[in-house]
């Protein structure tokens, strides 16, 4: 089956500066990779996706590239804000079913 | 998007008893999925509850142990069944909405504790 691994599992950044996360995936088939961010005490909240046709997608502050030949993703943060704190997590999708890496624990220090 | 609800949204529960958590969207939906999420640790599928059949189980996760219902196509039910303290985790409904080809939303979660 499908394997996602994400780093760093956790990263500290000063307010105003970028962040930057990092998934591999195992299974070349894999044609759909959201992002997730979750806040204490809260479900998973999708805050951007890409597909396998597509090499970068932005929104706004956030930005995810894929490679698909090197299998991997990124998700990338721009001027980084306190409430961006917060755990996310990448996944990979064949179809429905979410792999989901590890986790990285967002610190955004003011 | 959606507006998923779960119920209970906590509970501390004896080893041995069960637990039935529901799960209510505000729109139908094509897919529902009950992912368990352990301590300080990722999500990892346990099954995909189908409308009027049983559901499709991950491997390392039985019937017997999770019962899953969906009568229709906003609700579901896990039941965590003969409880252990190794059951303590936050169970978590998704859907995925009709119309979307891939994205998923999820619920705010219930989070159980076993002693």
């Known amino acids: 089956g499908e394997n996602v691994e994400q780093h760093p599992s956790t990263l500290s950044v000063q307010e105003g500066d970028s962040a930057v996360i990092k998934c591999t995936y195992s299974d070349s088939a894999s044609n759909y990779f959201p992002w997730y961010k979750q806040e204490l005490g809260k479900g998973p909240q999708l805050i951007i996706d890409?597909?396998?046709?597509?090499g970068e997608k932005k929104d706004q502050r956030i930005a995810v590239t894929l490679n698909k030949t090197a299998k991997h993703f990124s998700l990338h943060i721009t001027e980084t804000q306190p409430e961006d704190s917060a755990v996310y997590f990448c996944?990979?999708?064949?179809?429905?079913?979410?792999?989901f890496g590890s986790g990285t624990r967002l610190q955004v220090q003011p | 998007s959606a507006v998923i609800s779960q119920k209970p949204s906590r509970d501390i529960c004896q080893r041995g008893t069960s637990l039935t958590i529901q799960c209510q969207v505000d729109?139908?939906?094509?897919?529902m999925f009950w992912y368990r999420q352990q301590p300080g640790q990722s999500l990892t599928l346990i099954a995909t509850a189908n409308q009027g059949s049983e559901a499709t189980y991950e491997s390392g996760f039985v019937i017997d142990k999770f019962p899953i219902s969906r009568p229709n196509l906003t609700f579901s039910t896990l039941t965590v069944s003969n409880m252990s303290p190794e059951d303590s985790s936050i169970y978590l409904c998704?859907?995925?909405?009709?119309?979307?080809?891939?994205?998923?939303?999820f619920g705010p979660g219930t989070r159980l504790t076993v002693t």
């Open positions: 890409i597909r396998s046709n597509v």
């Open positions: 998704s859907v995925l909405v009709r119309g979307s080809t891939y994205e998923q939303y």
């Open positions: 996944a990979a999708s064949i179809g429905r079913a979410l792999t």
């Open positions: 729109s139908q939906v094509t897919m």
